[in-house]
């Protein structure tokens, strides 16, 4: 009889095992497959764009905000005149160009201005890109200022550049309101408790009789 179980006990060992490669396979098919794998770059701006960031920040002051590195295809998009193929081909043609910066308005974060800064000598395939980019502005009819990125700039030409290309857009600015400080928030807690006092203003602004 020994045989005879040993036979059992080999065949539930080769059963399982099976059941286990079965589900095994099941278990990857059921699994999405991972294609990529990312990790983050080292340095999303180096020191010149970072000083060139911080700059036109500066330069164009707080009623507006500055962006970097914003994907062209997400500002710009073909012209609804064009047929579904040529947008689809103009879309195409702005696929991984970035604006490096991008000034929008504080109010809405409508796009006002793109910055395009470039090295002093830039290679062959950012011309290329410049090009590409500046037509797409021209005909969206979206200023750019084109800078030189540099250890150093002068703050007053800069900012008369990005604001006379922020004007040209002829867009409307609604300016930042100044913060309360604390004198006025003080001004404004007495006035809203004299409106609750006998005699004070309320229902709509009446004076109680």
């Given at each position: 009889?020994?045989?005879?179980?040993?036979m059992?006990f080999a065949?539930g060992?080769a059963?399982?095992g099976?059941?286990?490669?079965?589900l095994?396979?099941?278990s990857?098919?059921?699994?999405?497959r991972?294609?990529?794998?990312?990790?983050?770059?080292?340095?999303?701006?180096?020191?010149?764009?970072?000083l060139?960031?911080?700059t036109?920040?500066e330069?164009v002051?707080?009623?507006?905000?500055v962006?970097?590195?914003?994907?062209?295809?997400?500002?710009?998009v073909?012209?609804?005149d064009l047929?579904?193929?040529?947008?689809?081909?103009?879309?195409?043609?702005?696929?991984?160009?970035?604006?490096?910066?991008?000034?929008?308005s504080?109010?809405d974060a409508?796009?006002l201005?793109?910055v395009?800064?470039?090295?002093?000598?830039?290679?062959?395939?950012?011309r290329?890109?410049?090009?590409?980019?500046?037509?797409a502005?021209?005909d969206?009819?979206l200023?750019?200022?084109e800078?030189?990125?540099?250890?150093?700039y002068e703050l007053t030409?800069?900012?008369?550049?990005?604001?006379d290309?922020?004007?040209?857009a002829e867009?409307?600015?609604?300016?930042?309101?100044d913060?309360?400080?604390?004198?006025?928030e003080?001004?404004?807690?007495?006035?809203?408790?004299a409106?609750?006092e006998p005699?004070g203003r309320?229902?709509?602004?009446?004076?109680?009789?």
């Open positions: 009889m020994e045989p005879f179980y040993i059992v065949a060992l059963v399982a099976l059941f286990f490669h079965v095994g396979l099941f990857r098919l059921i699994r999405p991972r294609t990529f794998a990312y990790e983050r770059r080292d340095g999303f701006l180096d020191f010149q764009e970072r060139c960031l911080g036109v920040e330069a002051g707080r009623d507006f905000r962006f970097a590195r914003v994907g062209a295809g997400a500002v710009l073909g012209d609804s047929g579904r193929r040529r947008r689809r081909a103009a879309m195409q043609a702005l696929g991984g160009r970035v604006f490096d910066f991008l000034v929008c504080a109010a409508y796009p201005c793109a395009l800064a470039s090295p002093p000598e830039p290679s062959r395939a950012r290329r890109e410049l090009a590409v980019l500046r037509t502005c021209a969206a009819g200023p750019w200022v800078l030189t990125l540099a250890d150093g030409a800069m900012r008369r550049e990005l604001l290309a922020i004007e040209s867009v409307r600015i609604a300016p930042t309101p913060p309360v400080g604390p004198d006025e003080s001004l404004l807690a007495e006035l809203a408790a409106m609750q005699g309320e229902n709509g602004g009446r004076s109680r009789r």
